[in-house]
């Protein structure tokens, strides 16, 4: 028998039937673009890790439809110089606003909402008025003019007490941890545009993680968006109940983010581990924690803060990173537990659940500030030059992530 004549052929062998359809799928745009548009971020995620292929369409994607700019360019005509602002003050943007970016998703009838730390409320509002064009519309026991209520002048040197909640004022907005509610709005391409500015008491976090629920503990820094609950969020469709001094009796909240589609969640059963709640009770948190879902933004173009003054280290992140919290049973339900490290030797105000990092910043608070108001009251220090130090708070906030003890009490059973 005469041997099969064999053509010889540089050609690829014909590829695995997996291999072939993985690279139809995620070889081009308009297909991956139409499944990855359906699924959750972590599905998103998990897709990414299958193959180098399909990793590639979901970072394409993601860069896409995690696009900052064009979020923020529905009410603001220069996203960056914005985020610069942002940089430059921590101004946290949360809310709905938060929700729809890591959602992915639009609420026609919603506004954005700002918290902005004390001692830069001004700065953003004259931003905002001033290049943006938005105009300051009071409520009914505010001045026609911003200007009256918001100083732009801050004393960061004075002491800072530990005051009680005012129950009126928490009665009236609603949010622990709020100063007061700003609103300002102009006319857009597509309508009137609203924007909140919240001047918080102590910070931007502390107001946040006393939302009504988990689904809006989400925010956007200068540099990264954070959701503090992303599997209860994204993935369950699920929300908690926080509860604060003032129970929730607005139940258009309840309605609005059931028709969202989040179903809500009055408490964590008793019994419930820490590890099977995508609530993560009972379990002492930080900001980019590994339950954290953190989403890095490009920073390319946004100027960071400068250094506050010569007496100070530079400090350029956002300070919202420097803080901690823990879900616990408070009362009749579920609530946010922490200590605020609050003192006029650190610029921005923190929070914590850590005993021995807050016992060794009140130390230093109480002999670092003895010192500098001394050298004040003898002239011997400017008011402009007092030291801040938020740098050297980060470099505790390190040390003692692994020297850990929490002043939660907790029954180990």
């Known amino acids: 028998m005469s041997p099969i004549p064999i053509k010889h052929t540089s050609q690829r062998p014909?590829?695995?039937?997996?291999?072939?359809?993985?690279?139809?799928?995620?070889?081009?745009?308009?297909?991956?673009?139409?499944?990855?548009s359906c699924v959750s971020p972590h599905t998103l995620v998990r897709i990414g890790r299958s193959c180098r292929t399909a990793y590639a369409a979901s970072k394409d994607f993601s860069h896409r439809a995690y696009n900052i700019h064009?979020?923020?360019?529905?009410?603001?005509?220069?996203?960056?110089n914005f985020r610069s602002?942002?940089?430059?003050?921590g101004t946290l943007i949360a809310g709905s606003n938060a929700l729809q970016f890591l959602d992915r998703t639009f609420y026609p009838e919603s506004d954005m909402d700002l918290y902005v730390?004390?001692?830069?409320?001004?700065?953003?509002?004259?931003?905002?008025?001033?290049?943006?064009?938005?105009?300051?519309?009071?409520?009914?026991?505010?001045?026609?003019?911003?200007?009256?209520?918001?100083?732009?002048?801050?004393?960061?040197?004075?002491?800072?007490?530990?005051?009680?909640?005012?129950?009126?004022?928490?009665?009236?907005?609603?949010?622990?941890?709020?100063?007061?509610?700003?609103?300002?709005?102009?006319?857009?391409?597509?309508?009137?545009l609203k924007i909140q500015l919240i001047a918080c008491k102590t910070s931007p976090f502390e107001a946040i993680i006393n939302f009504h629920s988990t689904?809006?503990?989400?925010?956007?820094?200068?540099?990264a968006a954070y959701s503090l609950y992303p599997m209860g969020t994204f993935e369950k469709r699920e929300t908690l109940s926080v509860w604060r001094a003032r129970p929730l009796h607005d139940l258009t909240v309840v309605i609005?983010?059931?028709?969202?589609?989040?179903?809500?969640?009055?408490?964590?059963?008793?019994?419930?581990?820490?590890?099977?709640?995508?609530?993560?009770?009972?379990?002492d948190r930080t900001v980019g924690d590994r339950y954290t879902w953190k989403l890095p933004l490009d920073t390319r173009g946004v100027a960071l803060r400068s250094q506050m003054n010569p007496s100070s280290s530079v400090f350029?992140?956002?300070?919202?990173?420097?803080?901690?919290?823990?879900?616990?049973?408070?009362?009749?339900?579920?609530?946010?537990?922490?200590?605020?490290i609050k003192s006029s030797v650190f610029r921005y105000n923190y929070t914590t659940t850590n005993y021995k990092l807050n016992f060794k910043l009140w130390l230093f608070a109480i002999e670092q500030g003895f010192l500098s108001r001394i050298l004040l009251e003898n002239n011997l220090l400017e008011k402009e030059s007092w030291p801040w130090f938020d740098a050297e708070l980060a470099g505790s906030w390190e040390t003692f992530k692994h020297d850990f003890l929490s002043f939660i009490r907790r029954d180990s059973t």
């Open 14 to 36: 014909p590829r695995l039937a997996y291999e072939c359809a993985v690279g139809e799928l995620f070889g081009r745009a308009p297909i991956y673009d139409a499944i990855f």
């Open 70 to 80: 064009r979020h923020l360019s529905r009410y603001l005509s220069e996203p960056l």
């Open 85 to 89: 602002l942002q940089a430059r003050t």
């Open 117 to 192: 730390h004390p001692g830069h409320v001004r700065e953003v509002l004259d931003y905002l008025v001033e290049r943006e064009g938005y105009k300051f519309k009071p409520d009914s026991t505010q001045p026609e003019d911003y200007r009256e209520i918001v100083s732009d002048e801050w004393d960061g040197t004075q002491i800072r007490d530990e005051l009680l909640d005012d129950d009126e004022l928490l009665l009236y907005y609603q949010i622990r941890g709020v100063e007061s509610v700003l609103s300002i709005e102009k006319r857009g391409p597509d309508g009137l």
């Open 215 to 223: 689904c809006v503990m989400n925010f956007i820094a200068f540099d």
């Open 256 to 283: 609005k983010y059931g028709q969202r589609g989040f179903a809500w969640i009055s408490t964590v059963p008793v019994g419930t581990s820490p590890q099977n709640s995508p609530f993560y009770p009972f379990t």
């Open 316 to 340: 350029q992140c956002d300070p919202v990173i420097y803080n901690g919290w823990a879900l616990e049973r408070v009362q009749h339900g579920m609530g946010t537990v922490y200590k605020t």
